[in-house]
């Protein structure tokens, strides 16, 4: 947490509805955070790039461009964080949102303290991706788990777990993203390569052995969690 500091991060808020905007204005200035605002796609453009904001939130239904566009814009010239702002209860659209270069999304109507903590976890993992000179990985906690990268290393209440190679490559996946959702997609592709078809039996499958082997209550669990049509989110760490 120390690595992001509060209250100089510049936040772009791309958004049409007058309330929204200014009830998170409000809510972003009162924790210090400076925030520009926009109410279209193409004045939002421009003030990415003048500004160059260290997080974007953006409202997908903007009324002279599709905000799915306004992403795909945005990633043509730099990573910074993009959060969706969604009406839409379409899981579909959300999980296109994040394959097309979203870091995350938030459902309206949302709370205070969900708006926040999707940000600092936005902003965390900005600040690792800037880090990448060290070859080591900080091990990830939650609760009674701990993975070490270094050592290849999953233990559960300090004691080592088996997990199959791809169900370790499929948790540190998870883990090295904790806090953000990673779609179905983004998951297939980056364990069973580009070619694989769109059936997700095989990490539905996998994932149910994970949750075995590192959950109390695979039914209720504490480490990963499916968001249901889009993908799985892990708990961030401690
Ligand atoms: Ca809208």
């Given at each position: 947490?120390?690595?992001?500091?509060?209250?100089?991060?510049?936040?772009?808020?791309?958004?049409?509805?007058?309330?929204i905007?200014?009830?998170?204005?409000?809510?972003?200035?009162?924790?210090?955070?400076?925030?520009?605002?926009?109410?279209?796609?193409?004045?939002?453009?421009h003030?990415?790039?003048?500004?160059?904001?260290?997080?974007?939130?953006?409202?997908?239904?903007?009324?002279?461009?599709?905000?799915?566009?306004?992403?795909?814009?945005?990633?043509?010239?730099?990573?910074v964080?993009?959060?969706v702002?969604?009406?839409?209860?379409?899981?579909?659209?959300?999980?296109?949102?994040?394959?097309?270069?979203?870091?995350?999304?938030?459902?309206?109507?949302f709370?205070?303290?969900?708006?926040?903590?999707?940000?600092?976890t936005?902003?965390r993992h900005?600040?690792?991706?800037?880090?990448?000179?060290?070859?080591?990985?900080?091990?990830?906690?939650?609760?009674?788990?701990?993975?070490?990268?270094?050592?290849?290393?999953?233990?559960?209440?300090?004691?080592?777990?088996?997990?199959?190679?791809?169900?370790?490559?499929?948790?540190?996946?998870?883990?090295?993203?904790?806090?953000?959702?990673?779609?179905?997609?983004?998951?297939?592709?980056?364990?069973?390569?580009?070619?694989?078809?769109?059936?997700?039996?095989?990490?539905?499958?996998?994932?149910?052995?994970?949750?075995?082997?590192?959950?109390?209550?695979?039914?209720?669990?504490?480490?990963?969690?499916?968001?249901?049509?889009?993908?799985?989110?892990?708990?961030?760490?401690?």
């Amino acid at each position: 947490m120390s690595k992001t500091k509060l209250g100089k991060n510049n936040i772009l808020l791309i958004e049409d509805e007058e309330s929204i905007r200014s009830f998170i204005s409000t809510t972003l200035k009162n924790q210090n955070y400076k925030i520009t605002t926009a109410s279209d796609g193409s004045s939002g453009l421009h003030l990415a790039a003048s500004l160059c904001p260290d997080i974007i939130l953006l409202d997908l239904g903007l009324p002279d461009m599709d905000g799915m566009e306004v992403i795909k814009k945005i990633r043509e010239w730099t990573a910074v964080p993009i959060i969706v702002i969604s009406a839409r209860s379409n899981e579909h659209e959300k999980a296109r949102a994040l394959d097309s270069g979203a870091d995350d999304y938030i459902t309206k109507p949302f709370s205070t303290v969900e708006l926040l903590a999707r940000i600092r976890t936005s902003l965390r993992h900005s600040s690792q991706m800037h880090d990448l000179t060290s070859t080591s990985q900080k091990p990830y906690h939650h609760g009674n788990l701990t993975i070490n990268f270094d050592d290849h290393v999953v233990m559960l209440d300090g004691t080592n777990i088996h997990l199959t190679q791809i169900e370790y490559k499929l948790l540190t996946l998870l883990a090295k993203s904790s806090g953000k959702v990673l779609t179905y997609t983004f998951i297939m592709e980056k364990i069973w390569g580009p070619y694989t078809d769109n059936n997700n039996q095989i990490l539905r499958v996998n994932m149910a052995n994970i949750r075995r082997k590192i959950e109390k209550n695979p039914a209720t669990p504490e480490h990963v969690f499916t968001e249901i049509g889009i993908g799985y989110r892990m708990a961030e760490g401690d």
